[in-house]
T-cell receptor, first 116, second 113 residues
Framework: GEDVEQSLFLSVREGDSSVINCTYT??????LYWYKQEPGAGLQLLTY?????DMKQDQRLTVLLNKKDKHLSLRIADTQTGDSAIYFC????????????????FGKGTHLIIQP | DAGVTQSPTHLIKTRGQQVTLRCSPK?????VSWYQQALGQGPQFIFQ???????QRGNFPDRFSGHQFPNYSSELNVNALLLGDSALYLC????????????FGDGTRLSIL
């Protein structure tokens, strides 16, 4: 079945770049997403990338996709204390019914810890 | 522009009871998906509703059922509650036509005693 793997923790110094990695197994994944979850809150969509793209940049966020290795990464430049949260990688498979945003498969999340 | 809203915020039930959770999608969205997030885990997909019908379902038993109303809002019903149903239940909405990414609400925290 589909599986999404992430490291559980990442610790970085404030001002450095953070790189959160994710691997997935479903070769038919068409969209890959990054969500952020702060304590006691729901999921905030950060960015997403279509499987025919290699890279996407949005302000401090850069997403890299290596489709051959089924590896996705999220780079956060100039990491701030407000970036402290759990980051989830998720994938969807359009093959299900040919349309729409299908049910997502999530990893267990990476806790990003910011050191002063 | 209101985002996805869920009610109630917290709920406490006992084993064997039934519960109904509610979700209003983001303005302009027509598709609602439900997820269960156990403590320390990523969200697990329960099912998705579009045009008032269940369009896709994850690996959850029939005790989990849902409904979508003509105004696109949705309910999640869980019967015969088990201790293992304790979790954060998240609703997400999207627009089917343009394959928009799913936007999540803040969830309902369900505790089973």
């Amino acid at each position: 079945g589909e599986d999404v793997e992430q490291s559980l923790f990442l610790s970085v110094r404030e001002g450095d770049s953070s790189v959160i990695n994710c691997t997935y197994t479903d070769s038919s994944s068409t969209y890959l997403y990054w969500y952020k979850q702060e304590p006691g809150a729901g999921l905030q969509l950060l960015t997403y990338i279509f499987s025919n793209m290699d890279m996407k940049q949005d302000q401090r966020l850069t997403v890299l996709l290596n489709k051959k290795d089924k590896h996705l990464s999220l780079r956060i430049a100039d990491t701030q204390t407000g970036d402290s949260a759990i980051y989830f990688c998720a994938e969807s498979d359009r093959a299900y019914s040919g349309g729409g945003a299908d049910g997502l498969t999530f990893g267990k999340g990476t806790h990003l810890i910011i050191q002063p | 522009d209101a985002g996805v809203t869920q009610s109630p915020t917290h709920l406490i039930k006992t084993r064997g009871q039934q519960v109904t959770l509610r979700c209003s999608p983001k303005s302009g969205h027509d598709t609602v998906s439900w997820y269960q997030q156990a403590l320390g885990q990523g969200p697990q997909f329960i099912f998705q509703y579009y045009e008032e019908e269940e369009r896709q379902r994850g690996n959850f038993p029939d005790r989990f059922s849902g409904h979508q109303f003509p105004n696109y809002s949705s309910e999640l019903n869980v019967n015969a509650l088990l201790l293992g149903d304790s979790a954060l239940y998240l609703c997400a909405s999207s627009l089917m036509l343009y394959r928009e990414a799913q936007h999540f609400g803040d969830g309902t925290r369900l505790s089973i005693l």
